[in-house]
């Protein structure tokens, strides 16, 4: 299986909106929507930040948003705050019973 | 709230067996579904695969010929096995609890490094 495709690196000053893609296939994103996106700060164990596509587990800001079209998956986060920095993966099912993580991308907050 | 703790030898020599253990607690090891993720150095992560107690397991398809995942119910642990390591396999091991296909609790991870 391969990885999903993320952008390396995006950035955004406080306070803007940034978007991350997370392609897939018709054999993983495209097909389910047991989508999730995890956050990980250095040094640190990935955090849950969406399930299901679009849903936040409790803790998380409501900043953090996802949605899904087609084979691609989105993460939004408005209203950038510092503590936002770090990087984050996309994962989604697949068909072979297995899951899937994307390649990562860095987020910088300017 | 379920944690998870990875244990293991932080050392492991070229073509021998990569054994991890996790130990569970603060929640029943036969309720959910039980994965293996790892992080090389400076690199994403890979899904290696899952676990359940009651014997259903599934792999990654590129490490599945070297990989054993099960779960001991009696001291709540799950285990992890890669035979035949190669440098390649140096990385960040997890194990994480999931719940209907969401991971949802990660371990802190433990390293492993390949080398002679």
């Known amino acids: 299986q391969s990885a999903l495709t993320q952008p390396p690196s995006v950035s955004g000053s406080p306070g803007q909106s940034v978007t991350i893609s997370c392609t897939g296939t018709?054999?993983?994103?495209?097909?389910?929507?047991?989508v999730s996106w995890f956050q990980q700060p250095p040094d640190t164990a990935p955090k849950l930040m969406i399930y299901?596509?679009?849903n936040r587990p409790s803790g998380v800001p409501d900043r953090f948003s996802g949605s899904k079209s087609g084979n691609t998956a989105s993460l939004t986060i408005s209203g950038l705050q510092a503590e936002d920095e770090a990087d984050y993966y996309c994962s989604s099912y697949t068909s072979s019973d297995t899951l899937v993580f994307g390649r990562g991308t860095k987020l910088t907050v300017l | 709230q379920v944690q998870l703790q990875e244990s293991g030898p932080g050392l492991v020599k070229p073509s021998e067996t990569l054994s991890l253990t996790c130990t569970v607690s603060?929640?029943?090891?036969?309720?959910?579904?039980w994965n293996w993720i790892r992080q090389p150095p400076g690199k994403g992560l890979e899904y290696i695969g899952y676990?359940?107690?009651?014997?259903?397991?599934n792999y990654n398809p590129s490490l599945k010929s070297r990989v054993t995942m099960s779960v001991d119910t009696s001291n709540n642990q799950l285990s992890l096995k890669l035979t035949s390591v190669t440098a390649a396999d140096t990385a960040v091991y997890y194990c994480?609890?999931?719940?209907?296909?969401?991971?949802?609790?990660w371990g802190q991870g433990t390293t492993v490094t390949v080398s002679s």
């Open positions: 994480a609890k999931a719940m209907s296909y969401t991971i949802d609790v």
């Open positions: 018709s054999s993983d994103v495209g097909s389910y929507t047991r």
């Open positions: 676990t359940h107690y009651n014997g259903r397991t």
């Open positions: 299901d596509v679009s």
């Open positions: 603060g929640g029943s090891i036969s309720s959910y579904y």
